[in-house]
């Protein structure tokens, strides 16, 4: 049982807008460390920007969960500060995978990539900075789909994991317009780098190379949108035999995917 205690409004505040700093800065630390790759911001200050999230998002629930009265509806304060948690740890995934992959050279799409990110995440702190007076937030909310509006129709993923990533991204606004492009060219690229053996390619021009946990990823994003089940099913059954003889094997993110790839659960909408 929740023990209630005096009345703390301002901190919900001061705590939303702290979250949305944090995930400025983390999304500001990721465009460096694309742009400037190997150089720029290095990983483990993305982590703690990672971490840092984590903490104020304990706060807030802790928080939550311990006064009678707050300024919002509990839940809608519960899901808001989870939401703002999750666009800093998927900046820090993001940014972590230029390591896992073994990146020379980010591409020229994913730097500009960046630079969209950093401007979606000045208007969530602008509007999270801003919670205790604000009365609407239409404009910002039609900024930010311009934003996302403005890249979908040129954005032309060709990775495997990216690929598997968006659709599963678009799962959650099947009736945006920006979704539905993306569904069907992701689907679309997918369809050329299926190799018959029971496995996504890396990329259009590596059909040798595969990678379990990508191919995993791949499969989430399939159920996601409910698409290629016979793929899925397929792909679970080479890699449960297939050994790639490296790292990868040992790699918890390998058998953290396998999972989520048998059993997606709650990663569906």
Known sequence: MPIFSIPRQNEFYELFAAAGANALEAARAAESRFRDFPGGTPQARVKELEHEGDRI?????????????????????FTLAVAVDDVTDAIENATELLGLYDVEQPTRQSIEQCGILVAAVELLAQLLGSLKGLHGSAPEIAEMRELVNAVAGELVITQDLGLGMMLWMTQFFP????????????????????????????????????????????????????ALPDRVAALNAYFERYRSGDEYDRAAITHVMACDSHFPGLLLR
């Open 57 to 77: 998002t304990g706060e807030l629930i802790g928080l939550v969960n311990s006064q009678f009265v707050t300024p919002f509806d509990r839940e809608d304060l």
């Open 175 to 226: 009736e945006e317009d920006w979704a539905r492009i993306q569904r069907d060219r992701s689907l679309a690229m997918l369809d050329r780098m299926w190799m018959a053996e029971g496995y996504f390619a890396r990329e259009p021009y590596l059909p040798q190379v595969r990678i379990a946990f990508a191919n995993y990823g791949v499969s989430v994003g399939l159920q996601g949108v409910d």
